[in-house]
């Protein structure tokens, strides 16, 4: 540009040229890039710019007052040997960290007033406010050019833009515009859901073997009680609820859930169910209407949670649909207003588990970030939020041999929200005597969130056990991923009342496994008169006596060739397993120190 100057000055008089600079800087005052991309994800394609009249409804995520001060309250409660230890916040605690300040919100309603639209709050912290209007206003006063994208996996096109601008008034008052350049969260591939293993004939009887490292073996919750020490006495607490997480609309068969205890829990009542609750138009649809690996993944994460393992513990199923005239495919707001649920509820869950994860790089960073501080207030109230760590080994949401490329590639891809180091990334083992690393399960390092303070050393340890020739393509000084694992492969299972045996595999099976494990010891903390345990992370990492650390496995992935380029479980946390799979015992006393 600087060469284009002078050019343009020889050919202008010197008044038009002064007109011409004016307008420039006008412009360029006046609005400030706020994100952009080169090009759409692949695989989308565009159709040309979305219709004028159009009705867009965006979401504008306002800045927070104190967010500095939020994270500084938060690792005090959270951190072992801290005065404040587990002294978890209240739901007004939080909103007086995160609301926007009132020149936030005196220069947001400013700039709606003048450009008349009607800005609606939709938090209940007053941080998020949403707006309609249409393509050609939001064209003019944001920068941008929305078009209309396809994709394979959509059944209609989505209106995204490659760019958008903040007004400059805007600038410090606004963290994010959604949807506008995020593709994140298309509807889910079947391959990040979780897969068949095994066989997969019908059983009517529990299996005696209790051994997933054996193709004949099976893991049932007794199995799982035998493993970890999970104890099967009844929760007395009824205030210490899970609740499950459920997206694009689905929800469990509860005729499902009665064989399942049925046949591997007899010692619980069969009527023993979960409470529904449906946001963003989501309803208790017709399983028919339902894609059958949504079913499954709604089904075994209540199999695998309190009803069937975590005896007694209360809990609830989030299904969450999409809002009105949506393609239901952004899993991106529906991650944002779940925490927007969460946030207002007066008395939350103790523990949240979600068995979604999709790659870290579908995500703009102002996405994930600000996901990522939604995570961080429902820590800060002694929420636990759990994620499952991905089925692809270190190559994203699933690995796939038939791609040219995918196995042999050596850039490892990691996942969010199990990056966001204010969650607690739950992987995947099998076998035991021992227990090693599911080649599937997802680990790694993130590309946007550093270290954070509670795994420098152990994350420092891993680092210096990969080898110097080591191929593999991963930010070093990211957050490390998972942090605990539990069993993940060869499960029983029961869908559309068919029992199948052995045959489930993946971290969607972990994760509500350990919610289950830390529900049942939120459950004696409070019979105790104590606290949940809420933000865990620091207290898994200051407990390494509670785990059996997994020294074996290589999470290439299920269908990469084992010499294919990815990290070694060892000896101390490793980006396979975390710091290693539970021992109830020792971590109930663990949490009985403070």
Not at 221 to 239: E, H, M, R
Not at 274 to 293: G, W
Not at 449 to 465: C, E, G, H
Not at 472 to 491: C, E, H, I, M, W
Request: charged content about 15%.
């Amino acid at each position: 540009m600087h060469e284009l100057v002078p050019s343009v000055a020889v050919l202008m008089p010197f008044r038009k040229l002064a007109t011409f600079f004016a307008i420039i800087c006008a412009v360029s005052g006046s609005l400030v890039v706020h994100e952009s991309r080169r090009a759409a994800p692949t695989g989308f394609f565009s159709q040309g710019p979305a219709p004028a009249t159009d009705v867009l409804t965006l979401r504008f995520g306002l800045t927070p007052n104190n967010l500095g001060g939020l994270q500084e309250k938060l690792v005090a409660i959270s951190t072992p040997g801290s005065s404040e230890f587990r002294q978890w916040l209240s739901k007004d605690e939080v909103k007086s960290f995160v609301q926007p300040s009132n020149e936030t919100v005196v220069a947001f309603n400013s700039f709606a007033v003048a450009n008349g639209l009607k800005p609606t709050v939709i938090s209940p912290h007053g941080d998020w406010v949403s707006v309609a209007l249409m393509v050609s206003e939001a064209n003019h006063l944001f920068g941008a050019q929305f078009e209309k994208f396809s994709h394979a996996s959509l059944t209609e096109p989505i209106t995204r833009t490659l760019a958008v601008s903040l007004p400059s008034e805007l600038i410090g008052h606004v963290d994010i515009i959604h949807p506008t350049t995020s593709f994140a969260g298309r509807n889910p591939d079947l391959s990040q859901l979780p897969f068949y293993h095994h066989r997969s004939e019908k059983r009517t009887e529990p299996a005696a073997s209790c051994n997933s490292s054996n193709p004949d073996g099976h893991v049932t919750p007794t199995c799982l009680q035998n493993i970890y020490g999970i104890p099967s006495a009844p929760a007395t607490q009824k205030n210490n609820k899970i609740l499950v997480t459920g997206y694009l609309g689905a929800s469990p068969i509860r005729t499902d859930i009665s064989t399942f205890l049925e046949q591997f829990r007899p010692d619980i009542p069969q009527n023993t169910t979960f409470d529904l609750i449906t946001i963003d138009n989501a309803t208790n649809q017709d399983p028919e209407d339902v894609p059958p690996n949504l079913v499954l993944e709604a089904d075994l994460d209540v199999e695998y949670t309190s009803i069937g393992l975590a005896t007694g513990v209360p809990v609830d199923f989030l299904s969450v649909g999409g809002p009105p005239d949506s393609d239901f495919s952004d899993l991106a707001t529906a991650f944002l207003d779940t925490n927007t649920f969460l946030a207002g509820l007066d008395s939350p869950p103790s523990v949240v588990t979600t068995s979604y994860s999709p790659m870290e790089n579908q995500f703009e960073g102002s996405v994930a970030r600000k996901l990522c501080d939604g995570y961080m207030a429902l820590g800060a109230r002694g929420i636990s939020v759990l994620f499952s760590s991905g089925d692809g080994g270190v190559r994203g949401s699933h690995d796939n041999s038939s791609i040219p490329g995918d196995c042999e590639g050596n850039t490892f891809i990691p996942l969010f929200p199990p990056s966001c180091p204010y969650v607690t990334a739950v992987g995947a083992t099998q076998g035991f005597n021992p227990e090693i690393a599911a080649n599937f399960t997802g680990g790694g390092f993130s590309d946007l969130f550093p270290r954070p303070w509670y795994q420098t050393q152990a994350v420092d340890s891993f680092l210096k056990t990969i080898p110097p020739d080591f191929a593999g393509t991963f930010n070093k000084s990211g957050r490390g991923y998972p942090d605990v694992a539990v069993q993940g492969v060869g499960l029983d299972l029961v869908i559309g009342g068919t029992t199948f045996p052995g045959i489930g595999a993946g971290t969607s099976f972990s994760a509500p496994i350990f919610a289950s494990i830390i529900a049942l010891i939120n459950d004696r903390l409070l019979a105790a008169g104590k606290p949940v345990v809420g933000f865990m992370n620091p207290w898994l990492y200051a407990h390494s006596e509670a785990f059996t650390d997994i020294t074996e496995g290589h999470n290439s992935g299920s269908e990469c060739p084992a010499s294919s380029s990815a990290f070694d479980a060892t000896a101390g946390w490793d980006a396979l397993t975390g710091v290693g799979s539970p021992v109830f015992d020792k971590l109930l006393t663990a949490a009985f120190e403070y």
